[in-house]
T-cell receptor
Framework: DTGVSQNPRHKITKRGQNVTFRCDPISEHNRLYWYRQTLGQGPEFLTYFQNEAQLEKSRLLSDRFSAERPKGSFSTLEIQRTEQGDSAMYLC?????????????????FGPGTRLTVL | LAKTTQPISMDSYEGQEVNITCSHNNIATNDYITWYQQFPSQGPRFIIQGYKTKVTNEVASLFIPADRKSCTLSLPRVSLSDTAVYYCLVEETTDSWGKFQFGAGTQVVVTP
């Protein structure tokens, strides 16, 4: 399977604990995105990387959240001191990206998500 | 930032055509529009993407008028397995950094 993979698929934790999620993008893709999705809502953009560079962070990404993509391949999303409001599905997507030019199509392909439950 | 709006739900019968409109009044010049399908507890699945006029693939068509402030996803001859939530996604690429806004989603229910 050459799609986007995410681990773990489910995580249950107690309030105040730290959690880390991993995303492995499609191998030739140089862009990687993190979203959060709560029940009944559309995905909300958190952050994205081009190679190892974190290009943008949403205002939703509080200082308890940190994302890394150290070698431009897989990425991790860490949530420190989890709160019950962090309970959500965390989605990762990847896309090919293009070098140069402002007008481009960059289709994002999503993984299955990590379901986080904070008790 | 392009704010996207969609109908909350749509009902259809098997074999009918379903058309879902997404409004994005502030879409920038270089934005693409992408549609996804999502089943419960799964990640969104890519359906179709377009910039202007009409795009068609094996599963759907996407109509984008000249002003690009809205678009319509057309699902021909739906089946029960098309019951899902459909999202439009608008990208802003005017400064090449990109901000990604999903609509709230349209729940499509197909019945026999």
């Amino acid at each position: 399977d050459t799609g986007v993979s995410q681990n773990p698929r489910h995580k249950i934790t107690k309030r105040g604990q730290n959690v880390t999620f991993r995303c492995d993008p499609i191998s030739e893709h140089n862009r990687l995105y993190w979203y959060r999705q709560t029940l009944g809502q559309g995905p909300e953009f958190l952050t994205y990387f081009q190679n190892e560079a974190q290009l943008e962070k949403s205002r939703l990404l509080s200082d308890r959240f940190s994302a890394e993509r150290p070698k431009g391949s897989f990425s991790t999303l860490e949530i420190q001191r989890t709160e019950q409001g962090d309970s959500a599905m965390y989605l990762c997507a990847s896309s090919g990206g293009l070098a140069g030019g402002k007008l481009f199509t960059d289709t994002q392909y999503f993984g299955p998500g990590t379901r986080l439950t904070v008790l | 930032l392009a704010k996207t709006t969609q109908p909350i739900s749509m009902d259809s019968y098997e074999g009918q055509e379903v058309n879902i409109t997404c409004s994005h009044n502030n879409i920038a010049t270089n934005d693409y529009i992408t549609w996804y399908q999502q089943f419960p507890s799964q990640g969104p699945r890519f359906i179709i993407q377009g910039y202007k006029t009409k795009v068609t693939n094996e599963v759907a068509s996407l109509f984008i008028p000249a002003d690009r402030k809205s678009c319509t996803l057309s699902l021909p001859r739906v089946s029960l397995s098309d019951t899902a939530v459909y999202y439009c996604l608008v990208e802003e690429t005017t400064d090449s950094w990109g901000k990604f806004q999903f609509g709230a989603g349209t729940q499509v229910v197909v019945t026999p």
